[in-house]
């Protein structure tokens, strides 16, 4: 990996890795087998600018890898010397064993290299394992060493720490060592900047009793009296030069019980179809559009008061994915069919870079989401465009060389899969060039403003299978570094459409599914994606079309294999439904059972679309989908109006306006109070969030599985599509750890169970119901 020298380090802590899990790369070697399990290595590539030089200045840049067995020369070319292997710096015997050290003196920028692994005769031309960002140069991807400006003083966190011992006595308390420019000026402590973002949103100067700093410019800070919610911390050094460092930001939430991503519902919303908080904004219609793909009047304020008047808490919701809220052109475009117009009301065509779009409501009314969102400990995402933009986007006008405009993804000659990281979504959606690094650097510039000027928690990443890995490496390793140095979280939620292959249980036909979407996640990478493998395998041909061939001990076995391939460590999202999908609700209705509810109708746009369900027992199988979905370990996603089991075929009819309770029908609104229930029980009960994936027994009509968690506090889901009520018995004394006589209610109202003294839980299963048991 490559870190700034000590003397200069940046304020956040840089993480180490010995992973030689290495990829054949850049070079001029002469090739030949990669080392510990890389490929081959490849010969040519070129060179290129390093990042450009700031009045001259040079920084001591460390080099540090673990050679693989066999190794006999190892060696750090890069962009300062045009990968001239020969001229690339050796790396020597370190102070840490088995550890091979370089130092190089480099300008302020990133610069592209490669680990020149020599064995033998051959050279391995390799990415640094332990290095997050990449580069393109001359059109060949590297790693990437980001070195910050070493005149600016930095600091270090030493320990961070939040406490609280009751409702508005949350403490924080933070020691941070100084780093001096590498001039040795010194601290002009009297200079430093800090600054307090309270929980409502508001600015202030941190007091002298909050901020003490000694005569090495170390910082310690306490906070008191804090009242639960989102805070940061924002300092900035100052040398006796003047010069100022870059802000430190120490973000940290005060609340009665630690949030993890792990196990957090996540409400998706598309603002504009959600719900209208401020009628006098509302645009007129679009010329041209079919009003179906027009704006709808949904804004910012409506879900304001959705999360100030507690619609949100009743469904145990944690954080909100709001669709891209960049503002979007005047005008309507050609839909995907060629014929009908549609607007950018869901907020994908982006054609400003930092404006929030003014028919949701402006920066505002963002901010004022945000702040309402965190005093209820609601986590908010934005959905952030990376793979395009819109034709009348300003970068396109500016910068026309970051962005391909070739073929449209799924035309002859421009199929998804061999072009999918160059072809356009549309004609007027000019692709993202992330080899260009300066375009590359540009849209991570804009995440971090977003994050940092609204306040927001994370991001989802939209298309990352559409764009270069260069585009999410970087963006995750300039997340983490700007906004986690205090340990909170910045959640990065990736989309990878992939499918499902039904070629039976233990088989290797979904390994690209698996592997395409997993190797987006992991330290360097995304937090987790969206389980699209469980999504096509079980959601709706288990749930919603209720398939005897692929019953629950088929969703039991998809569940589990996914528990098994995807990465340690990821935070996967469940779902029943999105905006790209049509809704549940109608797939259950439409589920092949006669001609009139053929499977295909869903999927009809603008003619002979879906319709309302007219049977209960649509309503039924939404309720089981969702007992069975909320009881999942990851965070699963609950696409707005699902909890009533809103209706519609695909995009724009899964699309329709969300609708209060005075609107619902009597099954709609059972549904609305069941899935109230078993969010509750989510919130409540930390088994159901954090605990490990069990199967206790399934059969095709039956399942009950558990969540482990220890001491005694595992919890137990069943249901069942069966037509009769189920009697079933599990043993939960060594699957589950609960001991003889531990007594679990049902959070969904039903009767308790009791472990009987051979470990076993009886329980009865209503029909076409759930049971939800917990101590």
């Not at 109230?676 to 954090?690: E, H, I, K, T």
Request: hydrophobic share 40%; with cysteine.
């Amino acid at each position: 990996m490559a870190v700034v020298s000590a003397a200069v380090l940046p304020a956040f802590p840089l993480a180490c890795g010995n992973d030689h899990e290495l990829d054949a790369g850049h070079g001029k070697g002469t090739g030949g087998a990669g080392a510990a399990g890389g490929g081959g290595g490849g010969g040519g590539g070129g060179g290129g600018g390093g990042g450009g030089e700031q009045g001259g200045v040079l920084c001591p840049t460390s080099f540090t890898f673990t050679p693989p067995p066999g190794a006999t020369d190892v060696r750090v070319p890069g962009e300062w010397n045009g990968f001239d292997l020969d001229a690339a710096p050796e790396l020597v015997e370190g102070d840490t064993p088995g550890e091979l050290v370089a130092t190089v003196d480099l300008p302020p920028g990133l610069h592209g290299y490669k680990i020149a692994v020599r064995s033998g005769s051959e050279v391995a031309w390799v990415f640094d394992p332990a290095e997050g960002r990449r580069k393109y140069v001359g059109g060949t991807e590297n790693s990437a060493v980001k070195v910050p400006d070493c005149r600016l003083p930095a600091f270090s966190v030493a320990s961070s720490q939040v406490t609280r011992a009751a409702p508005g006595q949350g403490a924080f308390e933070a020691r941070l060592v100084y780093r001096d420019g590498i001039e040795g000026a010194g601290p002009e402590a009297g200079a430093f900047e800090a600054t307090l973002l309270d929980q409502d949103g508001e600015a202030r100067p941190l007091t002298e009793d909050e901020i003490s700093i000694d005569a090495r410019g170390d910082v310690r800070i306490a906070l008191g009296g804090l009242a639960d919610g989102k805070y940061r911390v924002t300092l900035r050094g100052a040398t006796r030069s003047g010069r100022a460092g870059e802000p430190l930001r120490l973000v940290f939430w005060v609340e009665e019980e630690p949030f993890s991503w792990e196990g957090a519902l996540i409400y998706m919303v598309v603002t504009d179809r959600y719900r209208d908080g401020d009628p006098d904004m509302n645009a007129p219609p679009t010329p041209g559009a079919d009003p179906r793909g027009d704006w709808a009047g949904g804004d910012l304020e409506g879900l304001r008061r959705s999360i100030e008047d507690g619609t949100l808490d009743a469904l145990g919701v944690r954080a909100i994915w709001l669709t891209p809220f960049q503002e979007n052109p005047a005008g309507a475009y050609p839909a995907s069919d060629g014929v009908h117009q549609v607007t950018g009301y869901h907020g994908y065509w982006p054609i400003k870079a930092r404006e929030v779009e003014p028919r949701l409501g402006g920066a505002g009314a963002l901010r004022a989401v945000v702040a309402e969102a965190h005093r209820h400990g609601i986590r908010v995402l934005q959905d952030f465009v990376v793979n395009h933009v819109h034709e009348d986007h300003e970068y396109v006008a500016s910068h026309p060389d970051w962005f391909r405009t070739g073929c449209v993804c799924g035309t002859d000659g421009c199929d998804w899969t061999s072009h999918a990281l160059d072809c356009m979504f549309a004609g007027y959606l000019p692709d993202v060039d992330h080899t260009v690094p300066e375009a590359n650097a540009a849209f991570v510039e804009d995440a971090i403003y977003w994050l940092d000027e609204f306040d927001l928690d994370g991001l989802r990443v939209d298309a990352v299978k559409h764009v270069e890995e260069v585009a999410t490496r970087n963006l995750a390793a300039e997340v983490r570094a700007a906004f986690e140095p205090a340990g909170t979280r910045y959640f990065l939620m990736g989309e990878t459409a992939m499918g499902w292959s039904d070629c039976g249980q233990g088989q290797s036909c979904n390994d690209e599914n698996y592997g395409t979407i997993a190797k987006y996640i992991g330290p360097q990478g995304l937090d987790g994606q969206f389980d699209f493998v469980l999504y096509h395998g079980v959601s709706y041909r288990t749930f919603a079309w209720g398939e005897q061939s692929r019953g629950m001990l088929h969703a039991a076995y998809w569940v589990e294999d996914g528990q098994r391939r995807w990465p340690e460590g990821a935070i996967m999202t469940p779902y029943l439904g999105s905006h790209d999908t049509a809704r549940f609700a109608t797939l259950a209705d439409y589920d092949g059972r006669d001609e009139a509810h053929d499977r295909s109708v869903p999927n009809n746009q603008w003619s002979d679309t879906a319709e309302a369900p007219a049977s209960s027992d649509v309503y039924e199988r939404v309720r089981l989908g969702m007992a069975w979905l909320l009881g999942l370990p990851g965070a699963p996603l609950l696409y707005y109006g699902d909890e009533y089991g809103e209706w519609g075929g695909v995009d724009p009819n899964n699309r329709s306006l969300w609708r209060p309770e005075a609107e619902l029908t009597p099954d709609e609104l059972d549904t609305l109070d069941f899935v109230r229930a078993l969010g509750a029980a989510r919130r409540d009960v930390p088994a159901l969030r954090r605990g490990a994936y069990v199967n206790l027994t399934a059969t095709e009509d039956t399942l009950v599985f558990g969540r482990r968690l220890a001491q005694g506090r595992s919890a137990v889901v069943a249901l069942t599509r069966a037509a009769t009520a189920q009697d079933i018995s599990v043993e939960v004394a060594q699957s589950l750890g609960l001991p003889e006589g531990t007594e679990l209610t049902d959070a969904l109202g039903g009767e308790a169970a009791v472990v009987s003294a051979a470990g076993t839980l009886s329980m009865t299963i209503p029909p076409g119901g759930a049971l939800i048991l917990a101590p």
